[in-house]
């Protein structure tokens, strides 16, 4: 069994920073990809980026290249999302997702991710 963590979020004007983490723990093997999503109330869940195993290659959707950074320390079964130059429209809850079948095929397609954390909220306003 495998169980993520989120956290980091909170209340953020525009223009500000936030680093959300998410701890994994249970499942020993550390060769997995890591993704976030993010949902808004009446919305698909929806993609924002992804991370291989050893951390070589990443993914981004579009509205966020540039300004956030997804990263891992396997060490500590940590992966962080740290987001710059906050927007109003980051406004809604993250999630943290494994996919534990692949670890070097980033993928886009929240069905493909077996574990979820709860979420963190994360609010950008003024």
């Known amino acids: 069994q495998v169980r993520l963590v989120e956290s980091g979020g909170g209340l953020v004007q525009p223009g500000d920073s936030l680093r959300l983490s998410c701890a994994k723990s249970?499942?020993?093997?550390?060769?997995?990809?890591l993704a976030w999503f993010r949902q808004t109330p009446g919305k698909e869940r929806e993609f924002v980026a992804a991370?291989?195993?050893?951390?070589?290659?990443?993914d981004y959707v579009d509205s966020v290249k540039g300004r956030f950074t997804l990263s891992r320390d396997n060490g500590k079964n940590t992966a962080y999302l740290q987001m710059n130059s906050l927007e109003t429209e980051d406004t809604a809850v993250y999630y943290c997702?494994?996919?534990?079948?692949?670890?070097?095929?980033?993928?886009?397609?929240?069905?493909?991710?077996?574990?979820w954390g709860q979420g963190t909220q994360v609010t950008v306003s003024s």
């Open positions: 997702a494994a996919d534990i079948h692949r670890y070097m095929v980033l993928t886009r397609n929240k069905e493909e991710y077996d574990y």
């Open positions: 249970g499942r020993g093997d550390i060769r997995y990809i």
């Open positions: 991370i291989t195993w050893n951390g070589g290659r990443t």
